[in-house]
Protein backbone atom coordinates (compact mmCIF):
# COMPACT_ATOMS: atom_id res chain seq x y z
CA UNK A 1 0.00 0.00 0.00
CA UNK A 2 1.62 3.56 -1.12
CA UNK A 3 1.62 5.88 2.01
CA UNK A 4 2.58 9.50 2.67
CA UNK A 5 6.08 9.95 4.23
CA UNK A 6 5.28 12.71 6.96
CA UNK A 7 8.85 14.35 8.48
CA UNK A 8 8.40 14.84 12.29
CA UNK A 9 12.43 16.65 12.56
CA UNK A 10 14.47 14.21 11.15
CA UNK A 11 11.85 11.28 11.20
CA UNK A 12 10.31 10.31 8.08
CA UNK A 13 7.20 8.63 10.09
CA UNK A 14 5.78 5.97 7.03
CA UNK A 15 9.13 4.93 5.80
CA UNK A 16 10.57 1.06 6.50
CA UNK A 17 11.94 2.71 10.03
CA UNK A 18 10.06 1.88 13.27
CA UNK A 19 9.51 5.17 15.48
CA UNK A 20 8.68 5.27 19.11
CA UNK A 21 6.18 7.83 21.16
CA UNK A 22 6.41 7.83 24.58
CA UNK A 23 6.39 10.03 27.92
CA UNK A 24 4.13 10.32 30.41
CA UNK A 25 0.41 9.97 30.31
CA UNK A 26 0.33 13.94 31.35
CA UNK A 27 2.39 16.48 32.53
CA UNK A 28 3.65 15.90 35.98
CA UNK A 29 6.27 17.15 38.47
CA UNK A 30 9.51 18.46 36.38
CA UNK A 31 11.67 15.46 38.30
CA UNK A 32 9.28 12.83 37.07
CA UNK A 33 9.12 14.49 33.26
CA UNK A 34 13.31 15.36 32.69
CA UNK A 35 13.94 11.25 34.41
CA UNK A 36 11.71 10.06 31.49
CA UNK A 37 13.31 12.02 29.08
CA UNK A 38 16.63 11.07 30.36
CA UNK A 39 15.39 7.46 29.82
CA UNK A 40 14.17 7.84 26.36
CA UNK A 41 16.80 9.51 25.13
CA UNK A 42 19.38 6.73 26.51
CA UNK A 43 16.84 3.74 24.78
CA UNK A 44 16.18 5.62 21.78
CA UNK A 45 19.88 6.16 21.06
CA UNK A 46 20.54 2.13 22.37
CA UNK A 47 18.18 1.01 20.17
CA UNK A 48 18.40 3.39 17.31
CA UNK A 49 14.75 3.71 17.44
CA UNK A 50 13.49 7.68 16.48
CA UNK A 51 11.61 8.94 19.48
CA UNK A 52 9.07 11.22 19.79
CA UNK A 53 8.37 12.51 23.23
CA UNK A 54 4.41 12.33 23.94
CA UNK A 55 2.88 14.14 27.24
CA UNK A 56 -0.46 16.27 28.14
CA UNK A 57 -0.37 19.22 29.41
CA UNK A 58 -4.41 18.57 30.27
CA UNK A 59 -6.37 15.58 30.15
CA UNK A 60 -10.04 16.71 30.01
CA UNK A 61 -11.74 13.87 29.74
CA UNK A 62 -10.89 12.42 33.22
CA UNK A 63 -14.35 11.02 35.30
CA UNK A 64 -13.86 12.50 38.00
CA UNK A 65 -13.40 16.49 39.25
CA UNK A 66 -11.20 15.31 42.16
CA UNK A 67 -8.71 13.52 39.42
CA UNK A 68 -5.28 15.38 38.16
CA UNK A 69 -6.07 16.89 35.01
CA UNK A 70 -2.77 18.63 34.27
CA UNK A 71 -1.07 22.23 34.56
CA UNK A 72 -2.72 23.72 31.98
CA UNK A 73 -2.02 24.78 28.46
CA UNK A 74 0.72 27.67 29.65
CA UNK A 75 2.69 25.67 32.10
CA UNK A 76 2.64 22.58 29.65
CA UNK A 77 3.69 23.94 27.40
CA UNK A 78 6.77 25.54 28.92
CA UNK A 79 7.97 22.12 30.46
CA UNK A 80 7.66 20.59 26.85
CA UNK A 81 9.54 23.30 25.71
CA UNK A 82 11.95 22.41 28.09
CA UNK A 83 12.39 19.11 27.24
CA UNK A 84 12.69 20.02 23.84
CA UNK A 85 15.45 21.89 24.27
CA UNK A 86 17.42 20.12 26.59
CA UNK A 87 16.84 16.32 24.79
CA UNK A 88 16.39 17.28 21.39
CA UNK A 89 13.19 15.29 20.79
CA UNK A 90 10.07 16.47 18.39
CA UNK A 91 7.32 17.23 20.95
CA UNK A 92 3.67 15.86 20.61
CA UNK A 93 0.55 16.61 23.19
CA UNK A 94 -3.11 16.89 22.61
CA UNK A 95 -5.64 19.86 22.63
CA UNK A 96 -9.51 19.93 23.21
CA UNK A 97 -10.68 23.14 22.10
CA UNK A 98 -9.71 25.39 18.88
CA UNK A 99 -8.85 28.13 21.10
CA UNK A 100 -5.44 26.38 21.90
CA UNK A 101 -4.45 25.63 18.54
CA UNK A 102 -2.34 28.17 18.07
CA UNK A 103 -0.53 28.49 21.27
CA UNK A 104 0.31 24.77 21.44
CA UNK A 105 1.71 25.30 17.41
CA UNK A 106 4.44 27.78 19.47
CA UNK A 107 5.88 23.89 20.88
CA UNK A 108 4.54 21.68 19.75
CA UNK A 109 5.97 18.83 16.42
CA UNK A 110 2.66 17.23 16.47
CA UNK A 111 -0.83 18.19 17.34
CA UNK A 112 -2.74 15.39 18.40
CA UNK A 113 -6.66 15.35 18.23
CA UNK A 114 -8.15 13.11 20.89
CA UNK A 115 -10.08 9.74 20.03
CA UNK A 116 -13.14 11.00 20.87
CA UNK A 117 -13.14 14.77 19.56
CA UNK A 118 -11.73 13.25 16.02
CA UNK A 119 -14.75 14.08 14.44
CA UNK A 120 -14.85 18.00 15.90
CA UNK A 121 -14.44 19.54 12.70
CA UNK A 122 -13.62 23.27 14.18
CA UNK A 123 -10.46 21.95 15.91
CA UNK A 124 -9.39 19.81 13.52
CA UNK A 125 -9.34 22.29 10.97
CA UNK A 126 -8.19 25.03 13.15
CA UNK A 127 -5.33 22.18 13.97
CA UNK A 128 -4.74 21.87 10.38
CA UNK A 129 -4.45 25.95 9.92
CA UNK A 130 -1.04 26.20 12.09
CA UNK A 131 0.57 23.83 9.25
CA UNK A 132 2.03 21.41 11.83
CA UNK A 133 1.79 17.47 11.83
CA UNK A 134 -1.36 16.39 13.15
CA UNK A 135 -1.67 12.89 14.96
CA UNK A 136 -5.73 12.16 14.65
CA UNK A 137 -6.74 9.39 16.77
CA UNK A 138 -8.79 6.98 15.74
CA UNK A 139 -12.60 7.19 17.86
CA UNK A 140 -13.78 4.09 19.83
CA UNK A 141 -17.09 5.00 17.87
CA UNK A 142 -15.78 4.89 14.24
CA UNK A 143 -15.48 1.98 11.79
CA UNK A 144 -11.51 2.65 10.71
CA UNK A 145 -12.20 3.01 7.18
CA UNK A 146 -14.23 6.20 7.98
CA UNK A 147 -11.37 7.55 9.66
CA UNK A 148 -10.56 8.96 6.25
CA UNK A 149 -13.46 11.63 6.69
CA UNK A 150 -11.83 13.74 9.57
CA UNK A 151 -8.18 13.47 7.43
CA UNK A 152 -10.21 14.46 4.57
CA UNK A 153 -10.82 17.50 6.61
CA UNK A 154 -7.57 18.08 7.08
CA UNK A 155 -6.70 18.08 3.90
CA UNK A 156 -9.21 20.46 2.49
CA UNK A 157 -8.10 22.92 5.26
CA UNK A 158 -4.88 22.65 3.79
CA UNK A 159 -2.97 20.38 5.64
CA UNK A 160 -2.14 16.90 4.35
CA UNK A 161 0.76 16.44 7.37
CA UNK A 162 -1.30 13.55 8.94
CA UNK A 163 -0.67 10.48 11.48
CA UNK A 164 -3.52 8.31 12.08
CA UNK A 165 -3.56 6.43 15.34
CA UNK A 166 -5.42 3.06 16.73
CA UNK A 167 -6.35 2.70 20.33
CA UNK A 168 -8.93 -0.24 20.47
CA UNK A 169 -12.77 -0.04 20.13
CA UNK A 170 -15.09 0.51 23.02
CA UNK A 171 -16.88 -2.46 23.79
CA UNK A 172 -19.24 -4.34 26.04
CA UNK A 173 -18.54 -2.61 29.79
CA UNK A 174 -15.44 -0.59 30.45
CA UNK A 175 -13.57 -2.61 27.94
CA UNK A 176 -12.06 -1.68 24.60
CA UNK A 177 -10.77 -4.43 21.46
CA UNK A 178 -8.17 -4.19 19.46
CA UNK A 179 -9.20 -5.48 15.96
CA UNK A 180 -5.94 -6.40 13.43
CA UNK A 181 -8.30 -5.44 10.51
CA UNK A 182 -8.30 -2.46 11.51
CA UNK A 183 -4.65 -1.48 11.04
CA UNK A 184 -5.13 -3.07 7.34
CA UNK A 185 -8.29 -0.72 6.76
CA UNK A 186 -5.94 2.42 8.31
CA UNK A 187 -2.88 1.62 6.02
CA UNK A 188 -5.15 1.99 3.14
CA UNK A 189 -6.61 5.86 3.98
CA UNK A 190 -2.12 6.12 2.82
CA UNK A 191 -1.11 8.07 6.05
CA UNK A 192 1.45 6.71 8.49
CA UNK A 193 -0.48 4.09 11.07
CA UNK A 194 0.53 4.40 14.90
CA UNK A 195 -0.66 1.83 17.50
CA UNK A 196 -1.25 3.07 21.18
CA UNK A 197 -0.87 -0.10 23.32
CA UNK A 198 -1.10 1.28 26.48
CA UNK A 199 -4.34 2.82 25.66
CA UNK A 200 -5.55 -0.10 24.38
CA UNK A 201 -5.17 -1.75 27.86
CA UNK A 202 -7.07 0.28 30.02
CA UNK A 203 -10.18 -0.45 31.85
CA UNK A 204 -12.15 2.56 30.99
CA UNK A 205 -14.55 3.23 34.13
CA UNK A 206 -12.28 1.80 36.39
CA UNK A 207 -9.93 4.48 37.93
CA UNK A 208 -6.60 4.16 36.53
CA UNK A 209 -5.05 4.17 40.14
CA UNK A 210 -6.68 0.60 40.47
CA UNK A 211 -4.60 -2.42 39.62
CA UNK A 212 -7.63 -3.60 37.54
CA UNK A 213 -7.70 -0.18 35.56
CA UNK A 214 -5.22 -1.85 32.94
CA UNK A 215 -4.23 -5.32 31.63
CA UNK A 216 -0.37 -4.88 31.16
CA UNK A 217 -0.17 -8.51 30.68
CA UNK A 218 -1.36 -8.30 27.32
CA UNK A 219 0.50 -5.41 26.52
CA UNK A 220 3.93 -7.59 24.84
CA UNK A 221 0.88 -9.84 22.51
CA UNK A 222 -0.59 -6.49 21.03
CA UNK A 223 2.41 -4.63 20.40
CA UNK A 224 3.69 -7.47 18.10
CA UNK A 225 0.19 -8.16 16.66
CA UNK A 226 0.34 -4.49 15.69
CA UNK A 227 3.89 -4.59 14.11
CA UNK A 228 2.84 -7.33 12.02
CA UNK A 229 0.16 -5.77 10.53
CA UNK A 230 2.22 -3.21 9.53
CA UNK A 231 2.41 -0.27 11.69
CA UNK A 232 4.70 2.93 11.03
CA UNK A 233 4.90 3.70 14.70
CA UNK A 234 4.24 2.48 18.02
CA UNK A 235 2.99 4.43 21.27
CA UNK A 236 3.65 3.39 24.91
CA UNK A 237 3.08 6.00 27.59
CA UNK A 238 5.92 5.56 30.19
CA UNK A 239 6.53 6.56 33.53
CA UNK A 240 9.24 6.32 36.21
CA UNK A 241 6.96 5.06 38.52
CA UNK A 242 3.98 4.18 37.19
CA UNK A 243 1.75 2.71 40.48
CA UNK A 244 2.30 6.43 41.18
CA UNK A 245 0.97 8.15 38.04
CA UNK A 246 -1.50 11.13 38.37
CA UNK A 247 -3.05 9.05 35.03
CA UNK A 248 -3.37 5.87 33.59
CA UNK A 249 -1.32 4.64 36.15
CA UNK A 250 -2.93 0.72 35.77
CA UNK A 251 -1.63 1.18 32.00
CA UNK A 252 1.94 3.11 31.82
CA UNK A 253 4.53 1.00 31.09
CA UNK A 254 7.59 1.85 33.74
CA UNK A 255 10.27 3.12 31.56
CA UNK A 256 13.06 1.53 33.16
CA UNK A 257 11.36 -1.53 31.65
CA UNK A 258 10.72 -0.16 27.90
CA UNK A 259 14.29 -1.29 26.33
CA UNK A 260 13.34 -5.26 26.60
CA UNK A 261 10.16 -4.53 25.86
CA UNK A 262 10.71 -2.52 22.85
CA UNK A 263 13.97 -5.64 21.72
CA UNK A 264 11.70 -7.98 20.21
CA UNK A 265 8.74 -5.39 18.89
CA UNK A 266 11.73 -4.11 16.77
CA UNK A 267 12.86 -7.88 15.62
CA UNK A 268 9.09 -8.15 14.63
CA UNK A 269 9.78 -4.76 12.73
CA UNK A 270 12.50 -5.89 10.66
CA UNK A 271 10.77 -8.97 9.48
CA UNK A 272 7.74 -7.30 8.81
CA UNK A 273 9.56 -4.90 6.40
CA UNK A 274 11.85 -7.48 4.93
CA UNK A 275 8.67 -10.11 4.08
CA UNK A 276 6.71 -7.11 2.76
CA UNK A 277 9.75 -6.30 0.51
Known amino acids: MNKK ?10 SDELFLISGPCVIEDESIMMKTAEYLKRISEKLNIPTIYKSSFTKDNRSSLQYYN ?19 FSILSDIHYPTQAKAAAEVLDIIQIPAYLCMQTELLVEVAKTGKVINIKHGQFLAPENMAKPAQKAVEAGNDQILLTERGYTFGYNDLIVDPRSFYELNKIGYPVIFDVTHAIRKYG ?18 RAGVAAGIDGIFIEAHPEPAKALCDAASQLCVTDLEEFLKPI ?11 K
Open 70 to 88: GPGLEEGLKMLQKIKETFG
Open 206 to 223: IPSADPSGGARQYLPVLA
Open 5 to 14: IVKVGNISCG
Open 266 to 276: IEFHHLEVKYR
